[in-house]
């Protein structure tokens, strides 16, 4: 089992940079593909990014590539989503995902492991 909790949405401007981070407890982090997505009011929830077991690999939805950055730090069980440039359509609650899966998956499905979510929201 991996528990996980997201830190550091909050309301900031155009423009602004915002950095989330996901603190993971229980076992197998190091060995669990990791994602961080985002659901709109009224939109249906969409991945973001994810990174392999050690982080050789990265995936980004195609509108925040040159923005986003995820990282992880297996010593310190902690995923970080680095959001720079923000836009106001990246408002959304972001969670941080976790998968047994060898690749990333890049759907919700693929994830049996969720944390309870950060509100993120830009402002114009």
């Known amino acids: 089992q991996v528990q996980l909790v997201e830190s550091g949405g909050r309301l900031v401007q155009a423009g602004d940079s915002l950095r989330l981070s996901c603190a993971a407890s229980g076992r197998g982090f190091s060995t669990a593909t990791m994602g961080w997505f985002r659901q709109a009011p009224g939109k249906e929830r969409e991945f973001v990014a994810g990174?392999?077991?050690?982080?050789?690999?990265?995936y980004y939805k195609d509108s925040v590539k040159g923005r986003f950055t995820i990282s992880r730090d297996n010593a310190k069980n902690t995923l970080v989503l680095q959001m720079n440039s923000l836009k106001p359509e990246d408002t959304a609650v972001y969670y941080c995902a976790a998968s047994r899966a060898a690749v990333v998956p890049t759907t919700g499905p693929g994830y049996g492991f969720w944390g309870q979510g950060t509100q993120v929201t830009i402002s114009s």
């Open positions: 990174i392999s077991w050690f982080g050789a690999q990265t």
